[in-house]
């Protein structure tokens, strides 16, 4: 995603350093457009690296470090390949590169170290209270510095998230590239930067041990990060998508334990309840018995036969589908056949089951009874626009509720609310936002009133009460109201304004939300726990949970000893 320019970019690129930062030249397309898997067999292609190098910029002008004790210098990095992540914690494209950042960190442990450079898009995201608990949802665990000011940004004449920038052993800037799917481009060329340090003999193989913010913060409470939650009236059941820590919680709408399923640990594993095992769950829909999730981490729908308490995947193949061609469907294909990319939330009408599709700006359909899938609105492209379904534009679709005859969707992305017909036919509107404007992705605020000057700040959830429209308004931490009959966006509650000196915030980033019998359950994601609303006294409360507790520490998590 640009920082300048909304338009996202659909190729990959190497550049490589000038003396002055300013001619930067594109490697040889053959090793950019055809990458293949390194292994001990199949060693990382070689890529022609300059051999003139200027000094890297230093990492001036951030204005906080986490995970680690004080701030870093290059200095203090000498000896070491040094990667900087250029990236913000809303944008689905950064959150795509993050396994392969520790998948090279797990490669070469005592030879690489990554820094991430978070440069913010969002007020909200300027806030290192923010970035912090990103680290900790995200399990990233190399040093972050809170880049609010874009100074490192600006340093390394970046444009675009998630921006990758590599310096040598000795301290010498090589080069950057942007966009996904670049993890044989980075392969490649710190194996080499390792060799050549080596051959220099200045490669520097001591282990750093950093202070990781997870130390600290552990995820021992009984929710951790929950991102979506689904209330069953019908069945007094509330499921919770207790996202990081990767397990679906089942409890009575008073909080009462039902069911746990997943043991705490990300991973990809159908089969009994007690074996299943998921990599940040997200949206849910249910259809009788049948609990669907979306586990986003793995990029596909499970299905949870509530009853055999078994799981079995529906819809993807267990890894991100990066084919920009697959956003163009116009045909249901076999689900399970179909690779995914990021799916965010689930909602049914009728035998059929929508699909917030974030990583490809999408809304995609399901058909529950011939197991088939297709896009049903969107063009893949990055974008506020609307139109028919089919030329239309999402940006990172987080959100859906439906009041019978239409979708709404929370673009976050673009800090919209979206309209479309289940029907299929007819135009995609946008109530909240701003459609075609090229800036559209930066149009964002806290502003009530009529909705044409409505403003939003990455909104990932709505849902329908009373011919009404209620939004979990994220960044701005607040609750609001869309009344399209007086044409209106009114906050309910949240905010700064709302704080309680003794009791903290109201809200601290909600991303799901359900009604049942007159209350709002949600999902209050930074603060671990969900809130409940009574929507006609608007009184809030925290739902008591009881019986559920924290899944064991991972081992991993346990602080290095000294």
Not at 361 to 374: E, R, S
Request: with cysteine.
């Amino acid at each position: 995603m640009s920082r300048s320019d909304s338009r996202p970019q659909f190729y990959r690129r190497f550049l490589l350093a000038s003396l002055t930062f300013a001619g930067l030249a594109t490697l040889a397309a053959a090793l950019l457009l055809q990458p293949s898997s390194a292994t001990a067999e199949n060693p990382p292609k070689k890529v022609k690296l300059p051999e003139k190098r200027p000094d890297a910029p230093d990492l001036n002008g951030g204005l906080a470090w986490l995970n680690t004790s004080g701030p870093i210098k290059i200095a203090d990095l000498k000896g070491k390949v040094v990667l900087l992540d250029f990236w913000t914690l809303c944008c689905i494209n950064c959150i795509h590169i993050m396994p392969d950042l520790a998948k090279l960190e797990k490669k070469y442990p005592n030879e690489l170290v990554v820094i991430g450079v978070h440069s913010a898009k969002f007020e909200n995201e300027k806030d290192t209270r923010s970035i912090r608990k990103a680290v900790l949802r995200y399990e990233i665990a190399h040093p972050v510095v809170n880049d609010a000011n874009h100074a490192i940004w600006d340093a390394y004449d970046i444009s675009s998230w998630p921006s990758m920038a590599v310096i040598d052993a000795e301290g010498k800037y090589v080069g950057q590239l942007s966009g996904e799917g670049n993890y044989d481009v980075l392969d490649a060329v710190v194996a080499q930067l390792i060799a050549e340090a080596k051959e220099k003999k200045v490669l520097d193989e001591k282990p750093l041990r950093f202070d990781l913010v997870r130390y600290r913060e552990t995820g021992d409470t009984p929710l951790f990060f929950p991102g979506k939650v689904l209330a069953d009236e019908k069945g007094t059941r509330l499921f919770i998508a207790d996202s990081t820590h990767h397990r679906i919680v089942i409890t009575d709408l008073d909080g009462n334990k039902q069911e746990i399923i997943g043991t705490g640990t990300p991973g990809y594993k159908d089969g009994p309840f007690a074996a299943t095992l998921f990599d940040d769950p997200q949206g849910m829909a249910l259809d009788g018995d049948t609990l669907y999730v979306a586990d986003r981490k793995n990029h596909s729908i499970r299905a949870l036969d509530l009853k055999a308490k078994t799981s079995v995947t529906v819809a993807g193949i267990g890894k991100q589908d990066g084919e920009f061609a697959n956003r163009a469907l116009d045909a249901y294909v076999d689900a399970k056949g179909m690779g995914l990319n990021s799916p965010w939330d689930l909602l049914i009408v009728g035998r059929q089951m929508f699909i917030a599709m974030a990583g490809h700006h999408q809304i995609w359909v399901m058909d529950l009874d011939a197991k088939k899938i297709k896009p049903f609105a969107g063009n893949g492209r990055e974008h506020i626009k609307d139109g028919p379904l089919y030329a239309s534009s999402f940006a990172q679709p987080s959100g859906l509720a439906t009041d019978g005859q239409s979708l709404y969707v929370a673009d976050s992305e673009g800090s919209a609310i979206r309209k479309l017909p289940l029907s299929g036919e007819g135009r995609v509107t946008t109530p909240i936002g701003r459609p075609g404007d090229r800036g559209a992705l930066f149009f964002f605020g806290d502003k009530d009133g009529k909705l044409e000057d409505a403003r939003l700040q990455h909104a990932l959830a709505v849902a329908m009460h009373d011919g009404k429209l209620l939004v979990a308004d994220t960044y701005n931490s607040k609750l609001k109201e869309v009344d399209f009959t007086a044409g209106t966006c009114t906050t309910i509650l949240g905010g700064e304004a709302a704080d309680s000196f003794f009791g903290g915030a109201v809200l601290s980033e909600p991303a799901g939300m359900s009604v049942a019998k007159g209350k709002l359950y949600l999902a209050d994601t930074n603060a671990h726990r969900i809130r409940v609303v009574d929507l006609k006294t608007k009184a809030i409360s925290t739902l008591a949970l009881k019986g559920v507790e924290p899944p064991p520490p991972q081992k991993e998590w346990a602080p290095p000893k000294k």
